[in-house]
């Protein structure tokens, strides 16, 4: 997250401002001392533009997922 962060030119504060929490929690998620929920996740994929996975690490795809092909459809 920190070279997402630093590749875009914007400060831990600016960050924690986006996540409504204190810049020093914020360093303590990129450092991982601190877990972050998972709506804080969310709003930092929305924000980039990416997906919770890359962010994860789980993908090196930073392109967000292309959503189902039914996704128009009701759940059953």
């Known amino acids: 997250m920190r070279e997402l962060r630093e590749a ?3 400060s831990q504060r600016e960050l924690a401002q986006l996540l409504n929490v204190k810049q020093t929690t914020y360093s303590k998620y990129e450092l ?3 877990g972050m929920p998972v709506e804080a996740f969310a709003r930092l994929a929305d924000f980039y533009h990416t997906s919770v996975d890359f962010l994860l690490g789980r993908t090196d795809s930073p392109d967000p997922p292309a959503p189902p092909r039914h996704a128009d459809r009701p759940l059953r």
Request: net charge positive; proline share 0%.
């Open 32 to 34: 991982g001392r601190v």
């Open 8 to 10: 875009r030119g914007l």
